[in-house]
T-cell receptor
Framework: RKEVEQDPGPFNVPEGATVAFNCTYS??????FFWYRQDCRKEPKLLMS???SGNEDGRFTAQLNRASQYISLLIRDSKLSDSATYLC?????????????FGGGTRLMVKP | GAVVSQHPSWVICKSGTSVKIECRSL??????MFWYRQFPKQSLMLMAT?????????EQGVEKDKFLINHASLTLSTLTVTSAHPEDSSFYIC?????????????FGPGTRLTVL
């Protein structure tokens, strides 16, 4: 079983749609959680950290359920520029100064 | 803030040669940097953790004599792929942890695409 599992997709959605990605992690001692975005042939870029209380950044909402070891990312009003691979990332260190464990990524394609 | 650079951005070399990749934190000091490798359509896999002033810690299955890591200063780590072979062709990415108050997560360099002929 992979440490961090994601549905690879692709998710093909029209502009303006709402789309949700899910992620599960196996290490119950994990301390910090993130969503990264990776464009084709580019490096991953931090999209947002994920907090237990849930957090929102514009059109993006992240949720964490520690009991179920489950993380989600909701994107509202999808834009063409949201097309990318979204990586669920977990660390066993509180501030992620330690190694990161990456999920396989979920590919999103937003169509006109 | 929290900018990480890599050099070169791409390299093509012949089988058997060695390639050095530099990773620099431009606006912060990083006692720890990380080296990842990503094959096409796969996620990032951690190769090693690079600690300033000490030996790198390698992940299982990564040959330390083949992938030499030197963390010479708080802003520079280098990865040398020795005697490169076609199977070493990959996207190599470094990351650094800025350790800034209120800033969580690691920040990645733009990556180095290595092609070994």
């Amino acid at each position: 079983r992979k440490e961090v599992e994601q549905d690879p997709g692709p998710f093909n959605v029209p502009e303006g749609a709402t789309v949700a990605f899910n992620c599960t992690y196996s290490n119950s001692a994990s301390q910090s959680f993130f969503w990264y975005r990776q464009d084709c042939r580019k490096e991953p870029k931090l999209l947002m950290s994920v907090y237990s209380s849930g957090n929102e950044d514009g059109r993006f909402t992240a949720q964490l359920n520690r009991a179920s070891q489950y993380i989600s990312l909701l994107i509202r009003d999808s834009k063409l520029s949201d097309s990318a691979t979204y990586l669920c990332v977990v660390s066993d260190n509180r501030d992620a100064g330690n190694m990161l464990t990456f999920g396989g990524g979920t590919r999103l394609m937003v169509k006109p | 803030g929290a900018v990480v650079s890599q050099h070169p951005s791409w390299v093509i070399c012949k089988s058997g040669t060695s390639v050095k990749i530099e990773c620099r934190s431009l606006d912060f000091q990083a006692t720890t940097m990380f080296w990842y490798r990503q094959f096409p359509k796969q996620s990032l896999m951690l190769m090693a953790t690079s600690n300033e002033g000490s030996k790198a810690t390698y992940e299982q299955g990564v040959e330390k004599d083949k992938f030499l890591i030197n963390h010479a200063s708080l802003t520079l780590s280098t990865l040398t792929v020795t005697s490169a072979h076609p199977e070493d062709s990959s996207f190599y990415i470094c990351s650094a942890f800025p350790g800034l108050a209120g800033r969580w997560g690691q920040f990645f360099g733009p990556g180095t695409r290595l092609t070994v002929l």
